[in-house]
Protein backbone atom coordinates (compact mmCIF):
# COMPACT_ATOMS: atom_id res chain seq x y z
CA UNK A 1 0.00 0.00 0.00
CA UNK A 2 2.96 2.48 0.71
CA UNK A 3 4.60 1.35 -2.80
CA UNK A 4 0.70 2.86 -4.29
CA UNK A 5 1.57 5.88 -2.31
CA UNK A 6 4.55 6.95 -3.25
CA UNK A 7 3.71 6.26 -7.18
CA UNK A 8 0.58 8.62 -6.87
CA UNK A 9 2.40 11.26 -5.07
CA UNK A 10 5.53 11.19 -7.50
CA UNK A 11 2.59 11.38 -10.22
CA UNK A 12 0.89 14.55 -8.50
CA UNK A 13 4.30 16.26 -7.85
CA UNK A 14 5.77 15.58 -11.53
CA UNK A 15 2.57 14.82 -13.79
CA UNK A 16 4.08 16.26 -16.89
CA UNK A 17 7.69 14.83 -16.52
CA UNK A 18 5.37 11.42 -15.77
CA UNK A 19 3.33 11.36 -18.46
CA UNK A 20 6.22 12.50 -20.92
CA UNK A 21 8.26 9.67 -19.91
CA UNK A 22 5.41 7.11 -20.39
CA UNK A 23 4.46 8.12 -23.49
CA UNK A 24 8.41 8.32 -24.63
CA UNK A 25 7.58 12.64 -25.75
CA UNK A 26 10.30 15.04 -25.81
CA UNK A 27 10.13 18.28 -24.79
CA UNK A 28 11.44 20.78 -27.12
CA UNK A 29 11.66 24.22 -26.19
CA UNK A 30 11.73 27.71 -27.80
CA UNK A 31 10.48 31.72 -27.10
CA UNK A 32 10.46 34.77 -28.74
CA UNK A 33 8.27 36.57 -31.66
CA UNK A 34 4.69 37.29 -30.72
CA UNK A 35 4.37 37.97 -34.64
CA UNK A 36 4.12 34.63 -35.93
CA UNK A 37 2.89 32.99 -32.50
CA UNK A 38 -0.56 32.29 -33.69
CA UNK A 39 0.95 30.23 -36.98
CA UNK A 40 3.51 28.78 -34.41
CA UNK A 41 1.02 27.67 -32.41
CA UNK A 42 -0.89 26.01 -35.17
CA UNK A 43 2.35 23.92 -36.42
CA UNK A 44 3.17 23.16 -32.73
CA UNK A 45 0.04 21.14 -32.72
CA UNK A 46 -0.61 19.36 -36.23
CA UNK A 47 3.35 18.41 -35.61
CA UNK A 48 1.94 16.31 -32.78
CA UNK A 49 0.05 14.32 -34.81
CA UNK A 50 3.14 13.97 -37.53
CA UNK A 51 5.57 12.91 -34.28
CA UNK A 52 3.47 12.39 -31.40
CA UNK A 53 7.05 11.65 -29.71
CA UNK A 54 7.82 15.05 -29.34
CA UNK A 55 6.29 18.37 -28.07
CA UNK A 56 7.02 21.83 -27.84
CA UNK A 57 6.96 24.41 -25.45
CA UNK A 58 7.23 28.00 -26.92
CA UNK A 59 6.72 30.88 -24.89
CA UNK A 60 5.41 34.40 -26.74
CA UNK A 61 7.55 36.61 -24.83
CA UNK A 62 8.93 39.26 -27.89
CA UNK A 63 11.80 38.60 -30.54
CA UNK A 64 14.12 40.51 -28.27
CA UNK A 65 13.54 37.95 -25.30
CA UNK A 66 14.17 34.87 -28.06
CA UNK A 67 17.81 36.33 -29.12
CA UNK A 68 18.69 36.72 -25.46
CA UNK A 69 17.46 33.44 -25.02
CA UNK A 70 19.10 31.70 -27.88
CA UNK A 71 21.91 33.35 -27.05
CA UNK A 72 22.12 31.89 -23.51
CA UNK A 73 21.05 28.58 -24.69
CA UNK A 74 18.20 28.33 -22.24
CA UNK A 75 16.22 27.32 -25.19
CA UNK A 76 16.46 24.81 -27.94
CA UNK A 77 15.34 27.65 -30.31
CA UNK A 78 14.71 30.96 -30.97
CA UNK A 79 12.00 33.10 -32.68
CA UNK A 80 12.57 36.60 -33.97
CA UNK A 81 11.21 38.95 -36.72
CA UNK A 82 14.10 40.94 -36.96
CA UNK A 83 17.99 39.33 -37.85
CA UNK A 84 20.15 39.59 -35.44
CA UNK A 85 23.35 42.14 -35.64
CA UNK A 86 26.45 40.83 -36.05
CA UNK A 87 27.38 41.96 -32.77
CA UNK A 88 25.21 39.48 -30.80
CA UNK A 89 25.83 36.88 -33.14
CA UNK A 90 29.33 37.41 -32.15
CA UNK A 91 28.55 36.55 -28.46
CA UNK A 92 27.12 33.60 -29.38
CA UNK A 93 28.79 29.95 -28.13
CA UNK A 94 28.28 28.95 -31.99
CA UNK A 95 27.23 29.49 -35.24
CA UNK A 96 23.35 30.41 -35.09
CA UNK A 97 21.13 29.91 -38.60
CA UNK A 98 18.73 32.27 -39.26
CA UNK A 99 15.68 30.07 -40.56
CA UNK A 100 13.34 32.44 -42.22
CA UNK A 101 9.59 30.70 -42.18
CA UNK A 102 6.73 33.17 -43.60
CA UNK A 103 5.85 36.61 -44.57
CA UNK A 104 3.55 39.19 -42.81
CA UNK A 105 2.27 42.59 -42.56
CA UNK A 106 2.65 44.83 -39.23
CA UNK A 107 -0.68 47.14 -39.70
CA UNK A 108 -1.30 50.47 -38.42
CA UNK A 109 -4.63 49.69 -36.40
CA UNK A 110 -7.16 52.47 -34.91
CA UNK A 111 -10.26 53.24 -32.60
CA UNK A 112 -12.22 55.96 -33.86
CA UNK A 113 -15.80 56.57 -34.02
CA UNK A 114 -16.77 54.46 -36.92
CA UNK A 115 -13.70 53.24 -37.49
CA UNK A 116 -13.60 54.61 -41.12
CA UNK A 117 -11.19 53.69 -43.82
CA UNK A 118 -8.28 55.62 -43.83
CA UNK A 119 -5.12 56.12 -46.12
CA UNK A 120 -2.03 56.83 -44.90
CA UNK A 121 1.68 57.81 -45.64
CA UNK A 122 4.92 57.11 -44.10
CA UNK A 123 5.40 60.61 -43.00
CA UNK A 124 2.19 61.39 -41.51
CA UNK A 125 2.72 58.19 -39.51
CA UNK A 126 6.16 59.36 -39.19
CA UNK A 127 4.99 61.98 -37.82
CA UNK A 128 2.41 61.10 -35.52
CA UNK A 129 4.63 58.33 -33.82
CA UNK A 130 6.85 61.38 -33.30
CA UNK A 131 4.06 64.10 -31.62
CA UNK A 132 4.05 66.20 -34.14
CA UNK A 133 1.11 65.03 -35.24
CA UNK A 134 -1.18 65.49 -32.19
CA UNK A 135 -4.79 65.72 -33.53
CA UNK A 136 -7.15 63.48 -35.48
CA UNK A 137 -8.15 66.76 -37.49
CA UNK A 138 -4.78 67.82 -38.75
CA UNK A 139 -4.85 68.51 -41.87
CA UNK A 140 -1.94 66.22 -43.65
CA UNK A 141 -4.72 63.56 -42.19
CA UNK A 142 -8.06 65.50 -43.45
CA UNK A 143 -6.05 65.79 -46.70
CA UNK A 144 -5.81 62.41 -47.26
CA UNK A 145 -9.39 61.33 -46.45
CA UNK A 146 -11.35 64.35 -47.50
CA UNK A 147 -14.48 62.17 -46.88
CA UNK A 148 -13.87 60.11 -43.23
CA UNK A 149 -15.57 61.84 -40.09
CA UNK A 150 -12.42 62.76 -38.00
CA UNK A 151 -13.13 63.27 -34.62
CA UNK A 152 -11.51 66.91 -33.25
CA UNK A 153 -9.41 64.57 -30.21
CA UNK A 154 -6.16 64.31 -29.59
CA UNK A 155 -4.21 61.26 -31.15
CA UNK A 156 -3.26 58.42 -28.48
CA UNK A 157 -0.06 56.41 -29.68
CA UNK A 158 -0.05 52.81 -28.90
CA UNK A 159 3.62 51.06 -29.03
CA UNK A 160 5.33 48.00 -27.58
CA UNK A 161 7.07 48.00 -24.06
CA UNK A 162 9.01 45.25 -24.55
CA UNK A 163 11.88 44.47 -27.38
CA UNK A 164 10.30 43.40 -30.78
CA UNK A 165 10.72 42.58 -33.96
CA UNK A 166 7.22 43.97 -34.80
CA UNK A 167 8.75 47.15 -33.91
CA UNK A 168 11.93 45.98 -35.66
CA UNK A 169 10.15 45.93 -38.81
CA UNK A 170 7.87 49.46 -37.96
CA UNK A 171 10.82 51.46 -36.68
CA UNK A 172 12.90 50.42 -40.06
CA UNK A 173 9.79 51.45 -42.23
CA UNK A 174 10.07 54.62 -39.80
CA UNK A 175 13.51 55.00 -41.06
CA UNK A 176 13.21 54.53 -44.81
CA UNK A 177 10.01 56.95 -44.96
CA UNK A 178 11.09 59.87 -41.99
CA UNK A 179 15.05 61.33 -42.17
CA UNK A 180 14.08 63.30 -39.06
CA UNK A 181 12.46 59.46 -37.58
CA UNK A 182 16.04 57.93 -38.61
CA UNK A 183 17.95 60.76 -36.77
CA UNK A 184 15.77 60.93 -34.23
CA UNK A 185 15.07 57.48 -32.94
CA UNK A 186 16.56 55.28 -35.86
CA UNK A 187 15.23 51.33 -35.88
CA UNK A 188 15.97 48.28 -33.08
CA UNK A 189 13.29 46.02 -31.25
CA UNK A 190 13.26 48.06 -28.46
CA UNK A 191 13.69 52.18 -28.79
CA UNK A 192 13.09 55.15 -27.02
CA UNK A 193 9.96 56.73 -28.12
CA UNK A 194 9.02 60.10 -28.50
CA UNK A 195 5.27 59.44 -27.00
CA UNK A 196 3.03 56.91 -26.67
CA UNK A 197 1.24 54.14 -23.87
CA UNK A 198 3.69 51.13 -23.97
CA UNK A 199 1.79 47.58 -24.00
CA UNK A 200 3.80 44.37 -24.35
CA UNK A 201 3.29 41.96 -27.34
CA UNK A 202 1.32 42.52 -29.85
CA UNK A 203 -1.94 40.87 -27.91
CA UNK A 204 -1.33 43.86 -25.39
CA UNK A 205 -0.78 46.64 -28.18
CA UNK A 206 -4.34 45.29 -30.00
CA UNK A 207 -5.61 45.17 -26.37
CA UNK A 208 -4.75 49.21 -25.73
CA UNK A 209 -5.85 49.92 -29.14
CA UNK A 210 -9.09 48.14 -28.66
CA UNK A 211 -9.60 49.81 -25.52
CA UNK A 212 -8.74 53.20 -25.71
CA UNK A 213 -10.93 55.80 -28.02
CA UNK A 214 -8.89 58.11 -30.61
CA UNK A 215 -5.73 55.35 -30.47
CA UNK A 216 -3.59 54.61 -33.20
CA UNK A 217 -1.11 51.79 -32.77
CA UNK A 218 1.26 49.05 -35.10
CA UNK A 219 0.34 45.08 -34.59
CA UNK A 220 0.64 41.82 -37.21
CA UNK A 221 -2.01 41.26 -39.25
CA UNK A 222 -3.30 38.07 -37.99
CA UNK A 223 -4.29 40.69 -34.55
CA UNK A 224 -5.92 42.92 -36.04
CA UNK A 225 -8.35 40.81 -37.89
CA UNK A 226 -8.70 38.58 -35.06
CA UNK A 227 -10.29 41.29 -33.05
CA UNK A 228 -11.82 43.12 -35.51
CA UNK A 229 -10.53 46.41 -35.51
CA UNK A 230 -9.44 48.10 -38.64
CA UNK A 231 -6.03 48.70 -40.93
CA UNK A 232 -5.11 51.96 -42.80
CA UNK A 233 -4.03 51.69 -46.63
CA UNK A 234 -0.65 52.84 -46.46
CA UNK A 235 1.18 54.60 -49.55
CA UNK A 236 3.96 52.83 -51.10
CA UNK A 237 7.20 53.56 -52.86
CA UNK A 238 4.89 53.64 -55.95
CA UNK A 239 3.08 55.79 -54.36
CA UNK A 240 -0.14 53.54 -54.35
CA UNK A 241 -2.05 52.74 -51.39
CA UNK A 242 -2.15 49.18 -50.64
CA UNK A 243 -3.70 47.17 -48.22
CA UNK A 244 -2.14 44.26 -46.31
CA UNK A 245 -3.12 40.89 -48.22
CA UNK A 246 -1.37 37.72 -48.73
CA UNK A 247 -0.84 39.25 -52.54
CA UNK A 248 0.27 42.26 -51.64
CA UNK A 249 3.24 41.02 -48.50
CA UNK A 250 4.26 38.31 -51.42
CA UNK A 251 4.79 41.16 -53.66
CA UNK A 252 6.83 42.96 -51.27
CA UNK A 253 9.23 39.27 -51.27
CA UNK A 254 9.37 39.62 -54.92
CA UNK A 255 11.24 43.13 -54.36
CA UNK A 256 13.79 42.25 -51.72
CA UNK A 257 17.67 41.03 -52.26
CA UNK A 258 17.86 38.31 -50.03
CA UNK A 259 21.82 37.02 -48.91
CA UNK A 260 23.07 33.90 -48.18
CA UNK A 261 22.39 34.30 -44.46
CA UNK A 262 18.93 35.29 -45.00
CA UNK A 263 19.05 38.27 -43.08
CA UNK A 264 17.09 40.48 -45.11
CA UNK A 265 14.78 43.48 -44.71
CA UNK A 266 10.98 43.79 -46.88
CA UNK A 267 9.83 47.18 -45.85
CA UNK A 268 9.21 49.77 -48.40
CA UNK A 269 10.22 47.66 -51.81
CA UNK A 270 10.04 48.42 -55.14
CA UNK A 271 6.91 47.73 -57.21
CA UNK A 272 2.76 48.78 -57.40
CA UNK A 273 1.26 45.95 -55.43
CA UNK A 274 3.47 45.77 -52.56
CA UNK A 275 2.71 46.04 -49.05
CA UNK A 276 5.26 48.67 -47.57
CA UNK A 277 5.25 47.62 -44.41
CA UNK A 278 6.04 43.47 -44.68
CA UNK A 279 8.33 41.88 -42.89
CA UNK A 280 10.01 38.03 -42.74
CA UNK A 281 10.21 36.16 -39.50
CA UNK A 282 12.71 33.52 -38.45
CA UNK A 283 13.82 30.91 -36.35
CA UNK A 284 17.19 30.87 -34.41
CA UNK A 285 19.17 27.81 -34.21
CA UNK A 286 21.95 26.47 -33.78
CA UNK A 287 24.23 25.34 -36.65
CA UNK A 288 25.56 22.44 -34.23
CA UNK A 289 23.04 21.20 -31.98
CA UNK A 290 24.68 19.53 -29.03
CA UNK A 291 21.83 17.34 -28.17
CA UNK A 292 21.78 14.49 -30.56
CA UNK A 293 18.24 13.16 -30.05
CA UNK A 294 16.70 17.18 -29.60
CA UNK A 295 18.70 18.17 -32.90
CA UNK A 296 16.87 15.69 -34.85
CA UNK A 297 14.12 16.13 -34.37
CA UNK A 298 14.29 20.03 -34.95
CA UNK A 299 16.01 19.09 -38.19
CA UNK A 300 12.46 16.88 -38.91
CA UNK A 301 10.25 19.73 -37.78
CA UNK A 302 12.13 22.37 -39.45
CA UNK A 303 11.46 20.46 -42.59
CA UNK A 304 7.94 20.04 -41.85
CA UNK A 305 7.37 23.40 -41.84
CA UNK A 306 9.03 25.05 -44.84
CA UNK A 307 6.89 22.20 -46.40
CA UNK A 308 3.64 20.59 -45.21
CA UNK A 309 3.26 24.07 -42.50
CA UNK A 310 4.06 26.68 -44.97
CA UNK A 311 0.83 25.06 -46.49
CA UNK A 312 -0.91 26.17 -43.15
CA UNK A 313 -0.06 29.81 -43.59
CA UNK A 314 -2.56 31.73 -45.85
CA UNK A 315 -5.50 30.13 -43.39
CA UNK A 316 -3.86 32.36 -41.29
CA UNK A 317 -2.56 35.46 -42.99
CA UNK A 318 0.84 34.48 -43.53
CA UNK A 319 2.11 34.74 -46.79
CA UNK A 320 4.06 31.54 -47.20
CA UNK A 321 8.17 31.80 -48.93
CA UNK A 322 8.72 31.63 -52.40
CA UNK A 323 9.03 28.42 -54.01
CA UNK A 324 13.04 29.98 -54.76
CA UNK A 325 13.62 31.13 -51.48
CA UNK A 326 11.98 27.72 -49.83
CA UNK A 327 14.48 25.93 -51.35
CA UNK A 328 16.97 27.91 -50.51
CA UNK A 329 15.94 27.94 -46.64
CA UNK A 330 15.12 23.80 -47.01
CA UNK A 331 19.14 23.28 -48.28
CA UNK A 332 20.82 25.68 -45.23
CA UNK A 333 18.71 23.45 -43.02
CA UNK A 334 20.23 20.42 -44.08
CA UNK A 335 23.62 21.92 -42.95
CA UNK A 336 22.44 21.34 -39.37
CA UNK A 337 24.37 18.96 -37.80
CA UNK A 338 23.64 16.70 -34.77
Known amino acids: ?92 PGKILHIPTVGGAVV ?68 SVSPEWKERVGKGTSVNWPVGLGAKGNEGVTGQVKQTPNSIGYVELIYAIQNRLPVAA ?37 GEKAYPIAGATWLLVYAEQKDPQKGKKLVEFLRWALTDGEKIAKSLHYAPLPESLRQRVLAKINEITY
Open 108 to 175: VTYHLPGNPKLKLTGPVLADIFLGKITKWTDPQITRLNPTAKLPDADIVVVHRSDGSGTTYIWTDYLC
Open 234 to 270: IQNQAGVFIEPTLDSITAAFEGATIPDDFRFSLVNPP
Open 1 to 92: MKKVWVIILVCLTFPFRFVSEAYGELLINGAGATFPYPLYSKWFNEYQHVDPTVRFNYQSIGSGGGQRQILERTVDFGASDAPMSDENLAKA
